[in-house]
């Protein structure tokens, strides 16, 4: 059974700084994973989508890798700005079982002007 | 991409009715599908909407509490009926263009049923 892991939980930081979103999840057959920023109340605004033979994607100021065999990707934020805060949400498609899509619980960012 | 409009926005309902929620995209896809997001939690998948056929229910999912509609490529419908307060949630409309490719979401229906 996939399970998809976030940490931490939520993080608040200082506008300017670089900061680090972790994933991980527990079965590495997998098709691809995204990331989604979700603001409250809100639906989900895709991200990033690394498909499985990616080691990582790039936009603007964002960029996120995939390590598949240890089961691990992190989105990586650089210069973080106040409009940055929102949740984001990590979401793991299997390649079994029907491809289902298993998401995250997410990080609540934070960044503070 | 694909553009997504999804309504109601939000509503308030009477516990024992019924609402309709409606997803449309402004080009046709090939995977719709209807997740829910109870506060404070993640998002779980409800069912896969196959157009001309039945939906395709997740297990916890069944189709007298949530049933699905999708008549054409660019149109679903979710009911969810019978409400009760534990229906409170926000419920979001998926779809991808192509099988397994990038999902793309519309903005929610926050649903409070009293």
């Known amino acids: 059974k996939q399970e998809v892991t976030q940490i931490p939980a939520a993080l608040s930081v200082p506008e300017g700084e670089n900061l680090v979103l972790n994933c991980s999840f527990t079965d590495s057959a997998i098709y691809n994973l995204q990331w989604f920023r979700q603001d409250p109340g809100k639906g989900l605004t895709s991200l990033l989508l690394?498909?499985?033979?990616?080691r990582e994607q790039t936009s603007g100021r964002l960029n996120a890798s995939l390590d598949k065999s240890s089961g691990r990707s992190t989105l990586y934020i650089a210069a973080s700005q106040p409009g940055d805060s929102a949740t984001y949400l990590c979401?793991?498609?299997?390649?079994?079982?029907?491809?289902?899509?298993?998401f995250g619980a997410g990080t609540r960012l934070f960044v503070k002007a | 991409s694909a553009v997504i409009s999804q309504k109601p926005s939000r509503d308030i309902c009477q516990r024992g009715t019924s609402l309709t929620i409606q997803c449309q995209v402004d080009?046709?896809?090939?995977?719709m599908f209807w997740y829910r997001q109870q506060p404070g939690q993640s998002l779980t998948l409800i069912a896969t909407?196959?157009?001309?056929?039945?939906?395709?229910?997740e297990s916890g999912f069944v189709i007298d509490k949530f049933p699905i509609s999708r008549p054409n490529l660019t149109f679903s419908t979710l009911t969810v009926s019978n409400m009760s307060p534990e229906d409170s949630s926000i419920y979001l409309c998926?779809?991808?263009?192509?099988?397994?490719?990038?999902?793309?979401f519309g903005q929610g229906t926050r649903l409070t049923v009293v």
């Open positions: 080009s046709q896809v090939t995977m």
């Open positions: 998926s779809v991808e263009v192509s099988k397994n490719t990038e999902a793309f």
């Open positions: 979401a793991v498609r299997r390649n079994t079982g029907g491809f289902k899509t298993i």
């Open positions: 909407a196959n157009q001309g056929s039945e939906a395709t229910y």
């Open positions: 690394i498909q499985s033979s990616q």
